[in-house]
């Protein structure tokens, strides 16, 4: 697609339940992150991916979050037992790659995920 | 770790008059990109501008430009003529050895008509 894409727009849960979230990265590109934004703050690392390696999971904040990756393509992040201190935007980005050594690639990213949970 | 800090939580200006975002940085990388992510009310996140630290010259695109002073690990974005859609929050962003992108807090800026 044109565009990195994230499904649902919006979600609201109750506590406790279990919540899935998806992203489409730009086609070709082959790194891929998650960032939450609470209200009112800038943008918290979450994870990522690049390719076949190994996600890098160091800003996941506890063991309820976990992200899957297929490939180079879609991305779900789910939420087990949602809390309600996990509402929040969940924004998905993705790069051509992201590599060692000093080149960098510039991240597009898409809508965001607006979680609200009750 | 990297991190950064933008001072000014929120600004407002004139439309047609220019207005500065300030940002300070902090790394101990020595190659390094900088970047300024603007957030509409859309929430989405759209980049303004990009600078390579290893450039000294200062980057521009159209309206927008930086004052990129490595020395004092500064970064501060200058929107000239400031229309009513550059309303947005601001977010300036390091991005350096294996670590993604670090952001600061942001700036929320209103153009006034």
């Known amino acids: 697609g044109a565009g990195v894409s994230q499904s649902p727009s919006n979600k609201v849960t109750e506590k406790g339940k279990d919540v899935e979230l998806r992203c489409d990265p730009i086609?070709?590109?082959?790194?891929l992150y998650w960032y939450r934004q609470r209200l009112g703050q800038g943008l918290e690392f979450l994870i990522y991916f690049q390719g076949n390696s190994a996600p890098d999971k160091s800003g996941l904040p506890s063991d309820r979050f976990s992200a899957e990756r297929t490939g180079e393509s879609v991305s779900t992040l789910t939420i087990q037992r949602t809390q309600q201190e996990d509402s929040a935007v969940y924004l998905c980005?993705?790069?051509?790659?992201?590599?060692?050594?000093?080149?960098?690639?510039?991240?597009?990213f898409g809508p965001g995920t607006r979680l609200l949970v009750l | 770790a990297q991190t950064v800090t933008q001072s000014q939580p929120e600004m407002s200006v004139q439309e047609a008059e220019t207005v500065t975002l300030s940002c300070t940085y902090d790394t101990s990388e020595s190659n390094y990109y900088l970047f300024w992510y603007k957030q509409p009310p859309s929430r989405q996140m759209i980049l303004v501008i990009r600078?390579?630290?290893?450039?000294?010259q200062n980057a521009t695109e159209n309206r927008f430009s930086v004052n990129f002073q490595k020395a004092a690990k500064s970064f501060s974005l200058k929107i000239s003529d400031s229309q009513l859609g550059d309303t947005a929050m601001y977010f300036c962003?390091?991005?350096?050895?294996?670590?993604?992108?670090?952001f600061g807090k942001g700036t929320r800026l209103s153009v006034i008509a």
């Open positions: 086609s070709g590109h082959t790194a």
């Open positions: 600078q390579e630290a290893y450039k000294q």
């Open positions: 980005a993705s790069s051509l790659r992201f590599t060692s050594g000093g080149i960098q690639e510039t991240q597009y």
């Open positions: 962003a390091i991005l350096s050895g294996n670590t993604p992108l670090v």
